[in-house]
Nanobody
Framework: VQLVESGGELVQPGGSLRLSCTAS????????MTWYRQAPGKGRDLVAAISSTGSSTNYTDSIKGRFTISRDNAKNTVYLHMNNLKPEDTAVYYC??????????????WGQGTQVTVPS
């Protein structure tokens, strides 16, 4: 299983970015995908989630109305479209999925992260 994020960069306040996460090694279209972020000195927080078909999405309150999660199952890719970026959005953004373990339970898989910086 591999998750590879891309698209992070330095962007001015009010700007936009699109992050991508391309997956391999599992049946991408069968599983939820999520984006997390980790700001300097803080824990890793859930940002957005999308169901396997893309029909259901969820967002943390701080980014509602500014970020949109989407997926293209034909390309094994999940996106995070970020608009009206603020300095508090500065973080490393991680792609995540949970896959079933043999014998029961779930295992978390993570990408390497992509840095988004919004200067104040």
């Amino acid at each position: 299983v591999q998750l590879v994020e891309s698209g992070g960069e330095l962007v001015q306040p009010g700007g936009s970015l699109r992050l991508s996460c391309t997956a391999s090694g599992f049946t991408f279209s069968a599983y939820y995908m999520t984006w997390y972020r980790q700001a300097p000195g803080k824990g890793r927080d859930l940002v957005a989630a999308i169901s396997s078909t893309g029909s259901s999405t969820n967002y943390t309150d701080s980014i509602k109305g500014r970020f949109t999660i989407s997926r293209d199952n034909a390309k094994n890719t999940v996106y995070l479209h970020m608009n009206n970026l603020k300095p508090e959005d500065t973080a490393v953004y991680y792609c995540n999925t949970k896959l079933p373990r043999h014998g029961g339970g779930w295992f978390d898989y993570w990408g390497q992260g992509t840095q988004v910086t919004v200067p104040s």
